[in-house]
Structure formats: C-alpha cells, structure tokens
C-alpha cells in the first residue's frame, strides 16, 4: 500500500521516503487521530490527477500549435491559389483584349476597304500611294495571322493552367476536410477535458471539506488534551505512567500540527495550480474560437475562389468558341491573289491586232486562279475581287494605251501620251462583283506597246476580298 500511494507524486515537494514515513505516522496514529489512509490517498490522487491535466494541457498545446502551422500552411496554399487565378484572370483578360482587337482590325479593314473603292473611283491615277496602302493591309492581314496563331497557343497554356489549377484546388479541398476531422475531434478532447476538471472542482471541494473535518477533530483533539492536562493534576501519584503517555500524546500532537501545516500548504498548492489550468484552459478555448474564426474565413475565401473559377472557365469556353469560329470563318475562306510581271524579253509591241497580255513572270499566284499560259485569271469562287495594273512604254511622241476585261466587256481603257522624252507609265485599279467562273484579262491595242524586264516595270496584280 505505501508504494502505490508514493507512486502518484513524482514532481513534488514530498519526498518518497518522508512519503512512507507519513503514512508509517499516520498507521500509527489513525485510530487517535481519527486520519484514515483514505483522506491521504485522496490527496494524491489529487495530486496525480492535476500532474495529468498539465501533461493533458501541454499536449494540447502541441496540437493546437501543429493546428496552427497547417492553417498557415492552408492559408499561404490558398494564397498561392489566388495568385494563380489573378494570373489565370490576367491571361484570360489579354486574351479577351486580342479578341477584341482582332474584330475591331477585322471592322477597320473592311471600313478602309470601303474607303479605298470610294478613293479608287476618284483618284484612279495615284495608283503608287495606293499600291503602298494594299501592301500595307497584305501586312496587316499577315499580322493578324500570326496572332491569331500567338491567340492559339495562350488558349491552350490557358487550358493547361486550368487544369493544374482544378487539381490544386482538389487537394486544398480534401486538406480542409482533414482539418476538420481534426477540429472535431480536438472539440472532443476538449470537451472531455472540462469534464475532468469539473470532477476536480468537486473531488478539490471534497477534500476541502474533509480538511475543515480534519481542523474540527483537532480543535476536538485539543479539548481532550486540556481535559487530558487536568486529569494529571488530579492523578500526580500516578505520574510515572501517565506521565509516558502525555509525552507521547503531546508528540502525537506536535507530529499531527506539523501534517497538518504540510497538509495546508499542499492544498493551497493545488488551489494555485487549479486557478493555473483554468486560465490555460481559458486559453485554449480562445484559440479554439480565433482557429473557427480562421476556418470560417478560409472557408469563405475558398467560395470564392471556386465562384472565380467557375466564372473563368465560363468566360475561357466564350473564348474558345470565338476562337474556333474565327479558325472556321478563316478556313472557309478562299485564298485567292496574284501579282504577276509581264515579261524578261523589253519591249512587247507594237502589233497589227490586238492581243492577250501574258503575264509570264509569276510573283505570287495563290490559288492558281491566273493562268500565265492564256494570260486569263478565272474566278474560283463567286465574290468581290481587286484588280490593278501598272505599265512602261520608253516610245516617244505616241499614245500608251492598255484594256482591261471583264470576259467580253471592257472595263478599264488605261491611255497616257508619251512626248519626246519617253518613258510614260500608267496606272489603274478596280473592285469587281465576279461570278465563279467568270474571267478578268489585260488586252493591248493593236499599234500599241508596253515595255518590261526583270524590274516589274509592267505588272498586274489582283485578290479576293471576301466572297458571297
């Protein structure tokens, strides 16, 4: 029985051997003393249970704090999952801009286009600024393919970036419900934790009350010490006994005052480090509610997140429609334009009659639609068609004159007057509704001639603007 009682107060100021020594006295002394070894296994068990409460607490402190590092390590997750989707938005917005670009491009081209057949009707004969101004659009068209392309390629960084961001999205998800699970049961804990100090309040209170029994049994006790007293002044002739057992019940006194000080200063021990669990306790519950504030937060902003995310793929699937059905538009589209010069050979003409200019040197001829062999282009499809054609003639002191025909019509009766110093060029461009298949050609007058070398001094040139 003395080990298991010296087993509970490891960490206190009572040795093991003034320990059993207590318990000897208090064997010794229980059946005048009225102390049972129960009061004193009560006391340590008091002992032991607050020893367990603080290794309880400092154990949950542990948790709480490993609690508090994955909510920071949630948290800068989270914060690194924002930065992504304001990058993702970021990308999404650009590209959205590009979209917006492209049809505004698409809308000034065709308004400038517009404008060009309006100044084309007028001023037929500054066909140099004019040339400028197409190659300018050819450039811009090339432009608007190649970013068309750079469009592409965002739109599947885009989808990439998506993805891993679902997937990060899932884990930061599934590392919320462990936390949970987690907070659940620390509110478990916890809550079992108040239940064993509210039987510590009551068992404190308990031996409170026995101590307040102990203090009236020795007020008792001192009653009978002074009748005690009395009686050896009554019974001196019976000293020699008597007189042993006062000294030994005046040491018994002395010995049960001294346990009963210790006893005091234990108990206001134990009071100490009970109001020392309550505030730790209180402690705990404050970082309990400032972790659910935390969680509730977390909670929100991953709502968020999601929401964002939703509205994201929304706007990328938009995106991704427009794209394909610029892609659509485009691939429908026939490629059709050439540019072709006349001849290597100088001067073509004069002649009788008159003939088919055959444009022989082929610059570009995308979608084969000029033939270089009859020197008729042939509509492939039906649409809205450019035409120019510029010409030298080094003669002196006559006419320059070249056709253009719309199969059997002529459409364009070129002329300038070449004087004595030679060297007269003409220039011309039109816009015409053709039909598939109809045919567009330069003819020569009889009599007339125009001159050309490896210098394109004679060229003609055509494309499709948008078919019908």
Known sequence: MAQGESGGVTGNDITQTELESEIQGVKATSDQTNITPDIWAELKELRDMAIKHSVELSNSKSKMEKLEQENTAIQARLTVSESNNAVLESKMNDSENEMVKLKIQDEVLKARMKTSENVMEELKKENTDLQSRVTASEDKSTVLETRMDTNENEMVKLKIENAVLKARMKTSENVMEELKKENTDLQSRVTAFEDKSTVLEGRMNT?????????????????????????????????TDLQSRVTASEDKSTVLEARMNTNENEMVKLKIENAVLKARMKTSENVMEELKKENTDLQSRVTASEDKSTVLETRMNTSENEVEELKRQNADRPKVAFSLGLTDDGLIGPFNTDITLKFSRIITNFGQAYSPTTGVFTAPVRGVYYFSVNTLDLRTNVWSIVYLYHNDKRMLWIDNYNDEHGYTRLSNSLVLQLEKGDVVYMVLPGGYSVFDNTDNHTIFNGFLLFPL
């Open 207 to 239: 031996s409170e009350n026995e101590v307040e029994e102990l203090k009236r049994q020795n007020a008792v006790l001192k009653a009978r010490m002074k009748t005690s007293e009395n009686v050896m002044e009554e019974l001196k002739k019976e000293n």
